[in-house]
């Protein structure tokens, strides 16, 4: 009861890459990085809640000003709405295991995408 269920970062992780993430998505993750310092990188290459999502590269009316940013902006921002909740996920699996971190998402190229967990110390 005392000690953690995992004895390093490295083995907690791969738990959500395979156990944790098939429970939720149906599939791992595709691919796991890490610089042994306490960062790691989850890709999921065809995430399920962005399958579906495009973007539209033409800007609306053709206005560039400052108050009408381009639409691909406006969809990279609503698609990195999406990922506010898996990440989410992500960070309160690992703080129930005793890890505190912080998760960030990057969208490389739709579907695909990467999750960065960064350990606290």
């Known amino acids: 009861m005392e000690r953690p269920y995992f004895s390093d970062h490295l083995e907690a992780i791969k738990f959500i890459c395979k156990d944790f993430w098939s429970e939720l998505f149906k599939k791992q993750i595709d691919n796991l990085k890490t610089n ?20 539209d590269p033409s800007p609306e009316n053709g206005d560039l000003s400052q108050d009408n940013p381009p639409a691909e902006n406006k969809a990279a921002q609503a698609t990195s709405m999406h990922l506010y909740f898996p990440c989410g996920i992500i960070r309160g699996a690992l703080s129930n295991l005793g890890i505190p971190c912080a998760v960030t998402a ?5 579907p695909a995408c990467s999750f960065v967990v960064r350990i606290k110390a």
């Open 106 to 110: 990057d969208i490389s190229n739709l």
């Open 36 to 55: 042994h310092r306490g960062t790691f990188v989850l890709q999921d290459n065809r995430f399920r809640w962005l399958a579906r999502m495009s973007v």
